[in-house]
């Protein structure tokens, strides 16, 4: 998971009991890396598909049972096998980076939720997989608590993707709040833009609020950590509101002070 691309589900390490660690960190790696083909340098698309083809032939060789020379896919298939994780996760995850090769716009939201389910809920599967506590009930709201998460991180970073050509915001929304391309691209602040930010920060708002119950039903270590994911979401959503949606000069970011203010928030959980 790219430091960049999911910064929003932080990885509590002092929360993560000692014997999971290094199953967080090469799950870390392999996303990390192939998030990094997918997204950074000056490689073709094509170039950028083939490494990804790449990583999806290891993923091939791990279900196989065959021995791979490539030292991060070594320690990921050890690590699939002493905690049972499922391949299609992995799988999903790269279906998503591939997308991000192809496809730079959505034209409603389904569309968006559709990518959502392979680039961000994974994660919660795999995490949920690794404590043991992957229930239907407790993965369906992993998945809206992931979905939010992955919304959140589009809509601040609506001009760090304008800037590689892509853009997260349902085209269908800008039609229906008079919003244009070349009005992201001029990062003009109005009204409409306004109207339209606000109705995505209140539709990640309740799709986080949906399934925040988990983090009070997990118990442990988890529990926690999963408090810190949501409330660090939800305040992302306020400062996005606080500045009116003005993501192109007032881009949100946590700081010191609001971990603070995360861990209170935890605790009133």
Known sequence: MSVDHYENFPV?????????????EVIYAFARSADDIADEGDALPGQRLAALAEYEAELDRI???QHSDSALF???????????????SFRDLLS????????????NFAQLQDYCSRSANPVGRIMLELYQRNTPDNI???DA?????????????????????RVYLPQEDLRHFGVSEQQ???????PAWQQLMAFQTRRAHDLMQSGAGLARHLPGRIGWE???VVQGGLRIIEKIDRVQGDVFRHRPRLTAVDWLLLTARAFRM
């Open 63 to 65: 279900e196989r049972g």
């Open 12 to 24: 509590a390490s002092l929360l993560l009991p000692s014997s999971l660690r290094p199953a967080v």
């Open 140 to 142: 369906r709201s992993a």
């Open 74 to 88: 070594a320690r990921l298939a050890h690590i699939i096998r002493q905690h049972s994780l499922r391949l299609q």
């Open 145 to 165: 608590i992931c979905t939010a998460l992955q919304l959140i991180n589009f809509w601040q970073d609506v001009a760090i993707d304008w800037q590689k050509q």
């Open 96 to 107: 998503a980076f591939r997308q991000d090769v192809q496809t730079t716009r959505y034209d």
């Open 226 to 228: 999963l408090r810190l």
């Open 184 to 190: 992201i691209g001029a990062q003009q602040l109005n």
